[in-house]
């Protein structure tokens, strides 16, 4: 379609068409990854074959020393005076085999069954000195499964060291063969300088893998075990019986895959409606304190930052006290006839729901304000200045040149705000607890109800249920975890911000 005939469309035309193509471009998206697969795995190959190429000139090339560092990291390093490095090879080699010998190998051996015999069974009365007896310190499913994932991880980075000491032991030969001599002055000087990002990124990284990638990676795989409040010290594995369960229950109101799509669409859309009603009108009120004429714009400016200092967690138990069967709002809700007698606002559900997202905007328009308001005083006024010279309406220019500057810059915030609704636990575990629950569920579910989140279901069913189910709890988070990074990567990759980042001056 030309530009031409595009303009000759009628508005609600031109915003099917855009949404059409949003989505298109999505599927063509998919489809050109599919597509650039083949070239993709020659250079992922490419690059794997890169690190084997090194290590078989290093053993066929390589001198006594360079050779020596197959067994024995950094002692090439340190025999060519490379000291720091060479000895920082040395050091984490002989910490690993410590470690191995200590934890890392016995934990490996039992990966496989998870343990024999538990904690609890330890213990034997003895019956000449009537007391207990340890006869084994007991296995723990729970720490071997952790422990094995650091010692993979820390066998990982031996091999990356091991091959960076190879690497490094084969171009300090090279180095030396045409007289180029390296210090460790030269070390330290690269690391504050060409590597100074590396240095700096150290710490943030470590804390990634610790916080971050270990988590979720133990949460992948406990998924596959049976873990649960019958199965605490010593549990199995399950293989894919929980992934099982969830996508194959659907028959009646009380399956868990039913349950499952329930909650999910709730998610989505609680998500999708707090994230846009708090970002437009935050901005609406933004405009209008912004606005020339507008007196006392920072006592507005503080009122609304007053509800910002005051803990949120306050405010929303603060609030359901006050929409309990016996308080205040309930009371009032009852006189107006908007709920039954002996009743509670949350015994409806979208009455609670529509709660819920006022609620929501209570707590949420004040932080987007704050942040349209500086952006707002950062649009040129030449811009509003040419556009009212041509004639054009309030509305023309909001449309025109503040909305689109808005999202260009707030898209990155506006996706963050939409992930952080999807995991927004307080204002609806504090606020409804999930009110109204559903009805005739197993225990295994936990007290769940037509407004909770997937989140807030994952810690009912982990914490408040009558088997604790933690097992399925982590089936449940990588299905949000996979929901969420699905959204922001598809909403991030076709955002303009990113698309078009060069053309903000």
């Not at 904690?119 to 729970?142: C, K, T």
């Not at 996706?415 to 204002?427: M, P, R």
């Not at 598809?490 to 911000?497: M, V």
Request: hydrophobic share 50%; charged share 10%.
């Amino acid at each position: 379609m030309t530009t031409i005939q595009y303009l000759s469309l009628t508005k609600p035309q031109r915003a099917l068409i855009t949404i059409g193509n949003f989505f298109a471009g999505i599927g063509l998206g998919i489809a050109r990854f599919f597509k650039n697969i083949p070239y993709l795995l020659f250079k992922l190959g490419k690059k794997l074959s890169g690190p084997f190429v090194v290590l078989y000139y290093a053993a066929k090339n390589g001198t006594w020393f360079t050779r020596a560092n197959f067994l024995i990291m950094g002692c090439s390093q340190i025999f060519h005076k490379e000291f720091f490095r060479g000895i920082l090879y040395l050091l984490y080699e002989v910490v690993f085999i410590w470690f191995m010998i200590k934890l890392g190998a016995p934990t490996l051996s039992k990966l496989g069954s998870l343990g024999t015999f538990a904690r609890s069974s330890s213990y034997v009365l003895d019956p000449a000195e009537g007391s207990s007896l340890a006869i084994g310190l007991g296995d723990d499913s729970f720490n071997i499964l952790l422990y094995s994932l650091v010692t993979i991880l820390l066998i990982v980075i031996l091999v990356v060291l091991w091959y960076f000491s190879i690497r490094d032991a084969k171009s300090l030969q090279d180095n030396i063969a045409i007289g180029r001599l390296s210090k460790n002055s030269q070390f330290f000087k690269d690391l504050m300088d060409n590597k100074y990002h590396t240095v700096l990124l150290a710490v943030p990284l470590v804390g990634l893998v610790a916080f971050t990638v270990i988590p979720v990676v133990f949460m992948i795989i406990t998924g596959f075990t049976n873990y649960s409040q019958a199965h605490s010290e010593l549990y199995d594995w399950v293989g894919f019986d929980n992934y099982t369960s969830l996508f194959t229950s659907f028959s009646g109101a009380n399956g868990m895959g039913t349950v499952f799509l329930k909650i999910l669409a709730w998610t989505l859309l609680w998500a999708l409606i707090a994230t846009f009603t708090n970002y437009f009108l935050g901005m609406v009120v933004a405009l209008m304190i912004n606005r020339k004429g507008i007196k006392l714009k920072k006592l507005w400016r503080t009122i609304l930052i007053v509800t910002i200092a005051v803990p949120q967690f306050v405010s929303l138990l603060l609030i359901s006290k006050m929409l309990s069967n016996s308080g205040f709002l309930t009371r009032l809700f009852v006189d107006w006839g908007w709920v039954p007698k002996l009743g509670s606002p949350f015994d409806n559900v979208v009455f609670s729901k529509v709660l819920i997202i006022i609620v929501n905007m209570w707590v949420g328009v004040p932080y987007t304000m704050l942040i349209c308001s500086g952006i707002l005083m950062n649009i040129p006024e030449d811009l509003y200045e040419s556009a009212k010279i041509d004639g054009a309406s309030t509305f023309k220019m909001y449309r025109s040149i503040t909305l689109p500057y808005m999202l260009f810059i707030t898209m990155p915030y506006l996706i963050s705000q939409f992930v952080g609704n999807i995991n927004n636990f307080n204002i609806i575990y504090l606020f409804s607890n999930g009110r109204p629950y559903f009805a005739n569920l197993p225990a295994s579910f936990g007290n769940v109800g037509e407004t909770d989140l997937l989140i807030t279901w994952i810690y009912k069913m982990s914490m408040e249920s009558g088997t604790k189910n933690y097992a399925m709890a982590c089936v449940l988070g990588l299905l949000v975890f996979i929901v969420i990074a699905v959204f922001s990567l598809i909403f991030y990759g076709k955002s303009s911000s990113v698309k078009s980042e060069g053309d903000f001056q």
